[in-house]
């Protein structure tokens, strides 16, 4: 049981550490396509955030957002493998972050094919997101195991 749990949890993060390898492949100078790709949906994210809450989001440059995935993604998913709950936390904490900014199906009409395929993304990384949770929960969970208790058996009484 104990290396099925482990295969799983090993197939779980796959997600993560291919994309965290293919992004550190293509980071260069600039962040590579990530970064590129993640500018104009980080700015849409920005102006929703400001119109709606009030709450200006501080500049900064793209590429350590995607550096910083790259790591909370990579020490995230080692650390899951080995059943630890920081690595789901920082796993949660990068889901949290990129999934309201790259799945931004809330930006565009329902009609529109661009929103069924973000949203389908967005509730894919929801259901990642759930995933973590769960294995949360169940690492949090203190199910007392039983002890065997023994009980005094009755002496048979001799006549």
Known sequence: ????????????????????????????????????????????????????TGFQVPEFEIKLLVAGAIVLKGIG???????????????????LIITPILYDFYNYD????????????????????GALMFFIGMKSSSIPRRTMIKKKGSKTKTV
Do not use: C
């Open 1 to 52: 049981m104990a290396f099925i749990s482990f295969l799983g949890r090993v197939l779980f993060v796959s997600v993560f550490v291919l994309s965290a390898w293919q992004e550190y492949n293509d980071f260069g100078n600039d962040g590579g396509s990530t970064a590129k790709a993640l500018v104009p949906k980080f700015s849409v994210f920005t102006n929703h955030v400001t119109t709606h």
């Open 77 to 95: 998913s080692l650390l899951f493998i080995f059943s630890s709950k920081i690595g789901a936390f920082l796993l949660i904490l990068h889901q």
């Open 110 to 129: 329902m009609e529109k094919k661009e929103f069924a395929q973000l949203f389908i993304k967005f509730t894919q990384n929801l259901a990642l997101l």
